[in-house]
């Protein structure tokens, strides 16, 4: 009896030095988590979540002060990464999801400012001075930073049309018969 | 010849007496022809005719892009009027480039490439051929043949199997082929194993075609290599793993390929359009369609120039007794629902059926009872209710771990399913749904680099700057030192 209590005690007394001695040797600088989440982010520091760029959101998506679907041009794809990397769940809600959006420059009303692309994060738009700009549109991920800067608003964000390569079936609807 | 048992499947009620002793027949000329640039796997056509040429019949009216591809070919000879967006004969009903053809009713045929011989010229010649001539595997795959007859070079292939199956229910147009035609589907079948270099022909057909099995062992009788098989009548025998595991006993790995395993598969019609691309030079333009289904006043087998409208093939079967709840094409099974009559025949499609609501028996949804029959039909051994389960409640990736990327879609499942769960609309929508995903990941991942890239240039760019500025300032105070 006093053996066995007298092991016990004295293992728990040792391995709880040891976690002591760990816990201030190997501690870690800063939280890994928030590396790891800005990796899974798009990394194009586009601003359109409110936060200044794609670390600050992903400090704030491991404090728990954002929603995993914080980040519109990541998409569903985006939000269902983070949410596995962070174990919470993710709502889409009833809402249809986002559709995929691209910039579109309106040819009759630009000046070749050379503003949008120079704003451009994934340099998806072409130009130069004078010259009509367009948008390489499957390089563009539609954070719309060129639509803000662009002095006679004449680039606007459209929806990518479906085609028979990206659509696909729809979640059955079941109605149970009662 | 021993065969080898198939795991699960289904007995469904046949239904092919409707068109079975029905000849095919030829479709009078339609007032205009709408050809898809897109009736195949791969990458769509590139027209090369443009609106107002005169074309003639078998004309390349759009040539092939990249290795899989398929060019496509005048129905007949007539004016070019457009090409513009139409409806394809897809579930979705979305607008795909169409070339519209307005025939001059002349048919008149355009100078055909000389016939070749296959048996003396070099092997990779007839897969050319059959390339330059659009045909693509006509069971409903519509994958380009002549990559398929190439995959003597990539991989040993020691058997040929010609899948005379058809294990759909409704269809009955490769059976009538194999009556009707049968010197042409056997030399088409001893021309693909040349191009191929096997030495040995399986051509499989199921025992509820008696017919065609005695006509098609009469024609191969005189050729040592070609063997006739029966095979038992069970769905889903026609798909090409099934196929092959019931022939040599061997099972095609998951994501693998037939070939990978020495075997080829090929359909009836497609060698009956290997006989016309070699021997003749024609290339694939018509094709047989079964037009079925009790809505349909007279179920008909009938011989179709690509592009014309389905609503013309149901015109000339007699018009509709009664508005079917569907649109199919292909067979009950496997078939894809259309949007509608105004979508044009393509290479693939083997059958129209319009569904009366009593033939498609739709019933509601009732809960699962766990009952297993699902489990017991699949032909490939999943378990569909779990992945029915897991896809309902969006977890995709479990699904794909348990084998949804290896679902055939051939609905065996939802046929038993006593409780009507509709099994292969959710596998649908997570295939469907895990592509899409699979693209937004590689988008993302593109957009990453491309941020990193831009953002490490800048920077580069920021430092240059300054360090030009500092040499500058350098220099002119120096300069000034000097001078003073």
């Given amino acids: 009896m006093l053996i066995a209590i007298g092991s016990l005690t004295l293992l728990g007394a040792l391995l709880g030095a040891v976690l002591g001695v760990a816990a201030r040797y190997l501690r870690v600088e800063g939280n890994p988590i928030e590396a790891e989440v800005e990796a899974l982010l798009p990394g194009s520091q586009c601003g359109q979540c409110g936060f200044a760029g794609c670390k600050p959101a992903a400090a704030a998506l491991v404090k728990g002060e954002a929603p995993p679907t914080l980040c519109p041009p990541g998409g569903r794809a985006v939000a269902m990464a983070i949410a596995e990397k962070l174990g919470v769940s993710v709502s889409f809600g009833d809402q249809e999801e986002l559709e995929p959006e691209v910039a579109f420059v309106n040819e009759d009303l630009c000046i070749g400012c050379t503003r949008c692309l120079k704003e451009c994060s994934t340099d998806a738009i072409v130009g130069a001075a004078k010259q009509i700009h367009t948008v390489i549109a499957e390089v563009c991920h539609a954070c719309g930073k060129c639509a803000k800067v662009c002095p006679t608003d004449c680039i606007e964000m459209r929806a990518v049309p479906a085609t028979l390569a990206t659509w696909h079936w729809k979640k059955p609807r079941v109605k149970v018969a009662s | 010849m021993k065969l080898f048992r198939i795991r ?35 990458a769509p056509a590139v027209p090369v005719v443009a609106a107002g040429d005169r074309v003639r019949k078998g004309q390349l009216l759009a040539r092939a892009r990249g290795e899989i591809s398929a060019p496509v070919h005048a129905s007949t000879s007539g004016r070019i009027v457009d090409i513009l967006p139409f409806a394809a004969p897809h579930p979705s009903g979305l607008a795909q480039p169409t070339i519209l053809l307005e025939p001059d009713g002349l048919d008149e045929w355009t100078d055909l490439p000389p016939p070749l011989d296959p048996f003396s010229v070099p092997r990779e010649e007839i897969a050319r051929r059959v390339a330059e001539c659009g045909v693509v595997g006509m069971g409903g795959g519509t994958f380009p043949s002549a990559v398929k007859l190439d995959l003597g070079r990539k991989f040993p292939i020691d058997v040929l199997v010609i899948n005379g199956a058809e294990c759909e229910p409704y269809l009955t147009c490769d059976d009538r082929l194999m009556r009707e035609c049968t010197a042409e589907v056997v030399d088409g079948v001893r021309i693909m194993a040349r191009a191929l270099g096997v030495e040995r022909i399986v051509i499989a057909i199921e025992k509820n075609k008696p017919e065609a099995l005695a006509a098609m062992a009469a024609e191969s009788a005189a050729f ?25 006993g061997r099972e095609t790995p998951a994501r693998k390929l037939t070939a990978d395993i020495g075997v080829v598969v090929h359909n009836i019609a497609t060698a009956r359009a290997v006989h016309h691309a070699v021997r003749l030079g024609r290339p694939l333009i018509s094709r047989v369609v079964t037009v079925s289904g009790r809505a349909v006043r007279e179920q008909k087998n009938l011989d179709v120039r690509l592009g014309t409208l389905v609503s013309q093939l149901i015109e000339h079967c007699g018009g509709l007794v009664e508005p079917p709840v569907h649109y199919l094409s292909g067979g009950p099974m496997m078939g894809q629902a259309m949007p509608g009559r105004e979508v044009p025949v393509v290479k693939g499609t083997s059958g129209i059926l319009a569904l009366t609501a009593a033939e498609a028996h739709e019933r509601d949804t009732m809960p699962c009872i766990r009952c297993g029959s699902c489990v017991t039909a699949c032909p490939c051994g999943l378990v569909p209710v779990e992945m029915a389960q897991m896809i309902r409640h969006e977890k995709l990736d479990a699904a794909a771990r348990i084998g949804l990327l290896d679902c055939l879609n051939c609905g065996s499942c939802a046929y038993v399913c006593p409780a009507h769960i509709p099994l292969v609309q959710y596998f649908n929508y997570g295939k469907g749904r895990l592509a899409a995903l699979q693209r937004d990941r590689r988008k993302q991942e593109m957009t990453k680099r491309l941020a990193e890239q831009r953002a490490e240039r800048v920077e580069r760019l920021d430092r240059e700057r300054k360090a030009k500025m500092a040499a500058a300032k350098k220099a002119a105070a120096e300069k000034q030192e000097g001078g003073a």
């Fill in chain 2, 224 to 248: 040592a290599e070609v063997e006739v098989v029966p095979l038992p009548t069970r769905y889903p025998m026609g798909s090409e793993r099934h196929l092959v595991t019931a022939l040599t």
């Fill in chain 2, 8 to 42: 699960g499947g289904i007995h469904p009620e046949y239904r092919k007496e409707m068109t079975a002793g029905k000849a095919i027949e030829p479709l009078p000329m339609p007032a205009l022809l709408h050809l898809p640039l897109q009736q195949h796997i791969g």
